[in-house]
T-cell receptor, first 111, second 114 residues
Framework: DAKTTQPTSMDCAEGRAANLPCNHS???????VYWYRQIHSQGPQYIIH???NNETNEMASLIITEDRKSSTLILPHATLRDTAVYYC????????????FGTGTRLQVFP | DVKVTQSSRYLVKRTGEKVFLECVQD?????MFWYRQDPGLGLRLIYF???????EKGDIPEGYSVSREKKERFSLILESASTNQTSMYLC?????????????FGQGTRLTVV
């Protein structure tokens, strides 16, 4: 079972920041938060991941709350090409490397 | 670049046929995954393999089996294809280093069972 909860859909104006929330209230201490996105008709693409500290790369920033029960993916200046389904995943622990997806958030960036 | 290659982009099979979907990765990854994706349901894990000849069931293994005889190849088998197995199938691979690794996906195989 997916361990995360995300809104079904969101809109964002081009050039503005897109903030995508994710709840993972049952996350355990050794599990990471991963974000992937899937552009129509393509395989999912890795964006970013983190354990407890905030992370930033060339694509996005990841903000994880202090209690680690939720996180936010930030696309600082959304473009039309960022229109995609975004998946928040909790992965890892001592027992398995399984990668379980939920239904994700469909982000629509409009002009 | 890491490459995960699925043998077919589109496939049409008849009900009752035995169907093989092949996936090959070229980065010596330990983990390989098979998912199916249907509208409104996201990606659902069918099977996961963490080593040669090792496998675990995912959320929806019924009607499917898998084979991993070599590290680079992970096959999904539909023993007797049915119309409800019409779907997009995605393969992925990742290294085995616990939690701190990303997975790489193939481009998918769109299977239609008629």
């Amino acid at each position: 079972d997916a361990k995360t909860t995300q809104p079904t859909s969101m809109d964002c104006a081009e050039g503005r920041a897109a903030n995508l929330p994710c709840n993972h209230s049952t996350i355990s201490g050794n599990e990471y938060v991963y974000w992937y996105r899937q552009i129509h008709s393509q395989g999912p693409q890795y964006i970013i991941h983190g354990l407890k500290n905030n992370e930033t790369n060339e694509m996005a920033s990841l903000i994880i709350t202090e209690d680690r029960k939720s996180s936010t993916l930030i696309l600082p200046h959304a473009t039309l090409r960022d229109t995609a389904v975004y998946y928040c995943i909790v992965r890892g622990g001592y027992n398995t490397d399984k990668l379980i997806f939920g239904t994700g958030t469909r982000l629509q960036v409009f002009p | 670049d890491v490459k995960v290659t699925q043998s077919s982009r589109y496939l049409v099979k008849r009900t009752g046929e035995k169907v093989f979907l092949e996936c090959v990765q070229d980065m010596d990854h330990e983990n390989m995954f098979w998912y199916r994706q249907d509208p409104g349901l996201g990606l659902r894990l069918i099977y996961f393999s963490y080593d040669v000849k090792m496998k675990e069931k995912g959320d929806i293994p019924e009607g499917y089996s898998v084979s991993r005889e070599k590290k680079e190849r992970f096959s999904l088998i539909l023993e007797s294809a049915s119309t409800n197995q019409t779907s997009m199938y995605l393969c992925a691979s990742s290294p085995w280093t616990g939690s701190n690794t990303e997975a790489f996906f193939g481009q998918g195989t769109r299977l239609t069972v008629v």
